[in-house]
């Protein structure tokens, strides 16, 4: 080859390179392995990582079964090794894929329309909110604090430098949105108020109550699902403008916070406003049906500067394996499946709340709950890990005023069980702190 | 058809296949529950009125009928596992195998963001063993992997260099992008608040240091550089231009996505850069998946530090890892958890199965690829710029264009040839733009095949334009109207208004 293209050798092909910056020597990077020895190294630090346990932790991130088709699909080379559907004739089997993501999305959330994906939900929620202020000509958001911690980080990253004011509303007694702080925090300036429901605590918003207040002074409301699977059961936010959504919960492996699926649903009239791609319907020269990447003068290699968002490649494999898990679940295995996860989580709020203290029982809820015991959460957990079960999450990190409050998660996946053994430990902890026993130092057992 | 044709491609019977709405009806299943081990619950008493009553038009089908479904729909894709995808600037190399059976493991594919460190540490291992190949890569000194694509890398960069010039009391308001440069670019730089100045390329199709010189201000933020840029061309005088930044006090940012042409030989921090997104997706070999996900860490140079996203990896005095969130200076979050975690477990299993020999060879393969075709397009193709190129080349239907065949018609017509079409119309400083970018992955014998299918388009041009002009001829669907498309847009199936 280097023959054909009058080369002596391949060093010719780098002479545009400056002498003074070329590497002359190997990079200190692990030596080649083969096949073998890669698979070892992997198996080891995922024996390292936790294998083997169950788990009770939600917030954000969810464990339910996923349906063994889901990667014989997205396995197929014509999926996984294809770039973004650009060149539609040889492109179908995305597009028309995408499509019918959005729209079973739109069926889910109620929305008339849902773009390709996002990166995941923080991003979403994100890029929802700068979408409102983009629709509304106004510039300040309202943030409800029950909104998942990380996505609120994530929002004040955005906002901070688009010079976005942000007030954060509190939440009440009940676990939901403060209703009075809400119509004290929305001005003439405000944007969007941003909720997540059901929020960071598994409680549900009254969203319709919301959306009275946010729309009586022209804000929009945007609601965050960061637990997709409970669209099977709970009403979904029809009162919302905008639908910031995490898919993870949709046959999406948790793999250690990501890749996961952020989905972005509006209505109709706001759809030139939406970042991300979207595919459309449409006919080919001939008739036929056929379906195209569209409306593309909202996106960055069109409208550079001008674009509504600088997102280019998005989640189109993972939003795949959504696609498929809806398809399994359909209309009514995805009301079965809410129903075990609702079932779950009451039986567990239920049995926890015999020994600790269950908060926010006031308002409905799905499949989380927010427990305070006497002992520091993370002494409890501790003794749960030597079950191989992995506790809630404790809460003092984003929410001091809870005190010792942890958040438990139960889906379909959670078993009677280990139920039971974590109440027990439970128990154990408040018959011992009511004893007035020592506590063990936090810090030992955490480790 | 021409006689090279069936060298590559020949039409077979592919199968018809609906909307999977169209399919659905009552009754059909692919679920199963298990038995419920808890009490039933009344979901109206525990719901009340945010019950939900009916789920829409959600589909009822069988597995069988799901497995054919998306089965059918995958064979109307081209896919690298199929053949050469020569997008310019998309680095569509080949996906190894092993990085899915790997990223699946148990305790990685389980690996809850929040469960406890001390049964996280396989997960942080695989981080800090990724960063530290990404930095001794790069040529940079620390990095952060949070960023889950290019364009999301790009704004985590440019929130940095704005931190930067903040700490400083010194805030600027603009960052300077050549005309040549991916449309992420500038619309990054709108997202952080800077206004963009454009920066016309000379006339080899690099950076004009003159120009750099005259609109290099106090203002200027940093200037954003694809090195090679979007012609394929190594920015020879990259050291002048990183001097003329840091004189006057502006960062040097690269994108990285053409990373795969220095991987080895040549690295960015050597040469002034300060801060670069990575394209795992790209240079790493992580699957594009029809679109993402991808992942864009940024690399940094050591006084960026202060101002990472958080968290922050590092290593405990006891040898464990952990998590770092105390970074007053931090930029904050730029996405929830610790970014595409899976993509850093394939992209780490590609550099292990290459080392430091593989990843050079990789490199030159890439360059010798590009510029086989280059040499075996030449004179049949047009060639906007003389200068040398690296990993990939661009030509123009300038020749073509005289018989009223543009890019795109080439494009469409090479999908009959078997081959995915090359990147069309871009970078925007090419009219009629044609940027093949072969990557490393092909073999002589499938280069020798797209030069020949390229040279018999030209042919064909001369002989029968029209032929061209209508490609592909050999698709499910052809031309697809785009214009209706956006005119009216249908972006979900409804009951309504189902064809076949």
New interface residues.
């Given amino acids: 080859?280097?023959k054909?293209?009058?080369?002596r050798s391949?060093d010719d092909?780098?002479?545009?390179?400056?002498v003074e910056?070329?590497?002359n020597r190997?990079?200190?990077?692990?030596?080649?392995?083969a096949?073998s020895?890669?698979?070892d190294?992997?198996?080891?630090?995922?024996?390292?990582?936790?294998?083997?346990?169950a788990?009770f932790?939600g917030?954000?991130?969810y464990?339910h079964y996923r349906?063994v088709?889901i990667?014989?699909?997205?396995?197929?080379?014509?999926?996984?090794?294809?770039?973004?559907?650009y060149?539609?004739?040889?492109?179908?089997?995305?597009l028309?894929?995408?499509?019918?993501f959005?729209?079973?999305i739109?069926?889910?959330t109620?929305m008339?329309?849902?773009n390709?994906?996002m990166?995941?939900?923080?991003?979403a929620a994100a890029e929802a909110v700068m979408m409102a202020v983009r629709l509304t000509g106004r510039r300040n958001v309202a943030i409800a604090r029950s909104v998942?911690p990380?996505?609120r980080?994530?929002l004040?990253?955005?906002a901070?430098?688009?010079?976005m004011p942000t007030a954060t509303v509190p939440f009440a007694e009940t676990g939901r949105l403060d209703g009075k702080a809400l119509e004290k925090a929305i001005t003439a300036e405000t944007a969007c108020v941003l909720i997540q429901s059901p929020n960071f605590f598994g409680t549900?918003e009254d969203v319709q109550a919301i959306s009275e207040i946010a729309h009586a002074k022209g804000a929009m409301l945007v609601v965050s699902i960061a637990e997709a699977v409970s669209?099977?059961?709970?009403?979904?936010p029809r009162a919302a403008d905008i639908i910031a959504m995490e898919a993870q919960s949709f046959g999406v492996?948790?793999?250690?916070?990501?890749?996961?699926c952020g989905v972005i649903a509006t209505r109709e009239a706001y759809?030139r406003q939406m970042p991300g791609?979207?595919?459309?319907?449409?006919?080919?020269?001939?008739g036929?049906?056929?379906?195209?990447l569209?409306?593309?003068?909202r996106?960055?290699?069109?409208?550079?500067?001008?674009?509504t968002?600088?997102?280019?490649?998005?989640?189109?494999?993972?939003a795949?394996m959504a696609n498929?898990f809806?398809?399994?679940?359909?209309?009514?295995?995805?009301?079965?499946?809410a129903?075990?996860n609702?079932?779950?989580a009451?039986?567990a709020a239920q049995q926890f709340g015999k020994h600790a203290n269950v908060l926010f029982n006031a308002a409905?809820r799905f499949n989380e709950f927010v427990v305070q015991t006497s002992e520091d959460p993370y002494a409890i957990?501790s003794r749960l890990?030597g079950h191989k079960i992995?506790g809630g999450?404790p809460l003092k990190k984003f929410y001091p005023e809870l005190g010792n409050a942890s958040l438990w998660c139960c889906t379909?996946l959670t078993?009677?069980s280990m139920?039971d053994t974590a109440a027990g430990l439970i128990a154990e902890s408040e018959r011992s702190q009511e004893a007035g026993e020592e506590e063990p130092s936090v810090e030992e057992v955490?480790? | 058809m021409a006689k090279h044709m069936t060298r590559k491609a020949t039409r077979h019977v592919n199968q018809n296949?609906g909307?999977?709405?169209e399919k659905?009806s009552p009754g059909k299943?692919?679920?199963k529950?298990?038995p419920?081990?808890?009490?039933?619950?009344d979901?109206k008493q525990?719901?009340?009125?945010?019950?939900?009553?009916h789920?829409?038009?959600?589909?009822?089908?069988s597995?069988i009928e799901?497995?054919r479904?998306?089965?059918r729909?995958?064979?109307?894709?081209?896919?690298?596992?199929?053949g050469m995808?020569p997008?310019g600037s998309?680095t569509?190399k080949y996906?190894p195998r092993?990085n899915?059976?790997?990223?699946?493991?148990?305790?990685?594919?389980?690996?809850?963001?929040?469960?406890?460190e001390?049964?996280?540490?396989?997960?942080m291992?695989?981080m800090k063993?990724l960063s530290?190949?990404l930095t001794?890569?790069t040529g940079m000194d620390a990095i952060t992997l949070q960023p889950?694509?290019?364009?999301?890398g790009?704004?985590t960069g440019l929130?940095m260099v704005?931190a930067y010039h903040d700490s400083k009391a010194k805030s600027r308001k603009k960052v300077l992008i050549p005309d040549s440069a991916?449309?992420?670019n500038?619309?990054?730089?709108?997202?952080?608040?800077y206004g963009?100045e454009n920066l016309k390329s000379n006339s080899a199709g690099i950076v004009d240091i003159g120009v750099l010189e005259a609109q290099m201000t106090e203002d200027v933020a940093a200037l954003m550089l694809t090195n090679p840029n979007t012609l394929g061309?190594?920015e020879?005088e990259?050291?002048k231009i990183a001097d003329i930044l840091h004189a006057k006090g502006g960062l040097l940012y690269m994108d990285g996505a053409n990373m795969n042409a220095l991987v080895?030989?040549?690295?960015p921090g050597?040469?002034g850069v300060d801060l670069m997104h990575l394209?795992l997706?790209k240079t790493f070999s992580t699957?594009?998946?029809?679109?993402?996900?991808?992942?864009g860490p940024v690399a940094i140079k050591k006084f960026l530090e202060p101002f990472l996203?958080k968290p922050v990896l590092k290593s405990k005095s006891d040898g464990t890892l952990g998590f770092d969130y105390d970074r007053p200076q931090s930029?904050?979050?730029?996405?929830?958890?610790?970014?595409?975690?899976?993509?850093f477990?394939r992209a780490l299993?590609y550099?292990?199965?290459?080392?430091?020999?593989?990843?050079?060879q990789t490199t030159?393969d890439a360059?010798?690829n590009a510029?086989?075709i280059?040499?075996?397009l030449e004179g049949t193709y047009d060639l906007p710029y003389a200068?040398?190129s690296?990993h990939e080349v661009v030509f123009s239907d300038k020749l073509q264009a005289k018989k009223g065949v543009r890019t795109m018609d080439i494009?469409?017509r090479l999908?009959d040839y078997g081959f995915?079409?090359y990147t069309t119309a871009?970078p925007l400083i090419v009219p009629g733009a044609m940027m093949i970018e072969p990557t490393e992955s092909e073999s002589?014998e499938e280069l020798d095949l797209f030069i020949e299918a390229m040279q018999s388009i030209a042919q064909e041009v001369e002989e029968d334009a029209e032929l061209v002009r209508t490609a592909?001829h050999s698709?499910?669907?052809?031309?697809?109207?785009?214009t209706?498309?956006?005119r009216k847009?249908?972006?979900?199936?409804k009951p309504e208004?189902t064809?076949?």
């Fill in positions: 080859m280097l054909a293209m009058g080369a391949i092909l780098f002479e545009p390179i400056p910056y070329r590497l190997d990079l200190k990077i692990p030596r080649q392995m096949e020895e890669i698979v190294w992997f198996r080891e630090r995922s024996r390292e990582n936790g294998d083997g346990h788990t932790l917030a954000g991130a464990y349906p088709i990667d014989s699909l997205i396995s197929r080379g014509e999926f996984l090794t294809a770039y973004t559907p060149q539609a004739e040889i492109s179908q089997g995305t028309q894929s995408i499509f019918e959005q729209t079973m739109c069926e889910l109620g008339d329309v849902a390709a994906s990166y995941d939900g923080s991003t998942h990380e996505y980080e994530v004040a990253t955005y901070f430098h688009q010079g549900i669209l099977g059961i709970i009403e979904p492996p948790l793999t250690f916070g990501g890749p996961f759809v791609r979207l595919v459309g319907q449409t006919v080919d020269r001939n036929k049906r056929g379906f195209v569209t409306l593309a003068t996106e960055q290699h069109i409208r550079r500067e001008k674009a968002s600088n997102i280019c490649t998005n989640q189109a494999l993972v795949l498929i809806m398809t399994i679940y359909g209309k009514v295995g995805f009301k079965e499946l129903k075990q609702l079932a779950k009451a039986y409905p957990n890990l992995v999450l379909e078993t009677r139920i955490a480790k | 296949e909307l999977i709405f659905s299943a692919a679920w529950l298990p419920l081990d808890v009490p039933e619950v979901t525990l719901l009340g009125s945010t019950e939900r009553k789920l829409g038009n959600m589909p009822e089908v597995e799901i497995i479904h998306f089965t729909l995958s064979t109307w894709n081209y896919a690298i596992d199929l995808y997008l998309c569509m996906n092993v899915e059976v790997v990223s699946r493991l148990d305790g990685i594919a389980n690996g809850h963001p929040y469960q406890p001390k049964i996280s540490q396989g997960a291992r695989i063993t530290d190949c001794e890569i889950a694509a290019g364009a999301h790009e704004l929130l704005r991916h449309g992420t500038p619309a990054t730089a709108a997202m952080v608040g963009i061309v190594f020879e990259i050291h080895g030989k040549v690295r050597d040469f394209n997706h699957p594009h998946g029809g679109g993402g996900p991808g992942s996203p930029i904050g979050r730029v996405r929830s958890f610790y970014g595409n975690f899976g993509m477990v299993a550099i292990l199965a290459n080392g430091p020999d593989g990843l050079r030159e360059v010798l510029n086989y280059r040499k075996g200068s040398p690296m494009a469409k999908i995915h079409p871009f002589k592909p698709t499910r669907v052809s031309r697809l109207d785009e209706a498309a956006a847009p249908i972006l979900r199936w208004n064809t076949s």
